[in-house]
């Protein structure tokens, strides 16, 4: 079974702190994604990466950057936490010749 | 544009009643039609992926179809623990899963 873990599973940070998400897949996927998941805005996509070292924006990639040092691992960067990035983050992945993506149980970060 | 539109937003069921969740799609060059169930504060879990129209799956009391227009999910003599939010997505014109905003399913015993 595909395994997608996800740091935390809740996470309160301070207006104008860094915040890192970490995601870490065990399948051996080329393809890691970043999503945030908003009531009545569904799942938009913010960041994703094809490959080591590679990451492309995605629907909503302001505010947010992406690091992808090791294949398994894809960290999302918040500069500077603001409150409107109160959200549920969701990481997924999936193989270079499938469109399947696994999701990981999310983080639900608050932002005071 | 491409768009995936789901309805109804919300479903209440009772235990045993079949219903069916609809998702329509617009997208140039259909490549991956796709089911996910997700419970309340938890990462969606993959069900089904529909490739061409006609195409059918099951698993225990869902299947799913699809047509050229749209897909739907039909819940067969549905249980509570059936009770969760189900989203339908498409592989866009970009390669990327444009997710629909998903139809709320809750099953009262």
Redesign the interface.
């Known amino acids: 079974d595909v395994k997608?873990t996800q740091s935390s599973r809740y996470l309160v940070k301070r207006t104008g702190e860094k915040v890192f998400l970490e995601c870490v897949q065990d399948m051996d996927h080329e393809n890691m994604?970043w999503y945030r998941q908003d009531p009545?805005?569904?799942?938009r996509?913010i960041y994703?990466s094809y490959d080591v070292k590679m990451k492309e924006k995605?629907d909503i990639p302001e505010g947010y950057s992406v690091s992808r040092e090791k294949k398994e691992r894809f960290s999302l960067i918040l500069e500077s936490a603001s409150t409107n990035q109160t959200s549920m983050y969701?990481c997924?992945s999936r193989a270079g010749s499938s469109?399947?993506?696994?999701?990981?149980?999310?983080t639900?970060l608050t932002v005071t | 544009e491409d768009q995936v539109t789901q309805s109804p937003e919300a479903l209440r069921l009772q235990e045993g009643e079949s219903s069916s969740l609809n998702c329509s799609y617009t997208v140039s060059g259909l490549?991956?039609l796709?089911w996910?169930r997700q419970d309340p504060?938890?990462?969606?879990?993959?069900l089904f992926?529909l490739y061409s129209a006609g195409e059918e799956k099951e698993k225990e009391r869902l299947k799913a179809t699809l047509t050229k227009k749209e897909s739907f999910l039909h819940i067969t003599a549905p249980k509570p623990e059936d009770s969760a939010t189900y989203?339908c997505a498409v592989?866009d014109s970009w390669?990327?899963?444009q997710?629909?905003?998903?139809t709320q399913v809750v099953v009262t015993p």
């Open positions: 997608v994604f009545g805005l569904g799942l996509l994703f995605g969701l997924a469109y399947e993506q696994y999701f990981g149980p999310g639900r | 490549r991956g796709f996910y504060g938890k990462g969606p879990e993959f992926t989203l592989i390669g990327k899963l997710f629909g905003a998903g």
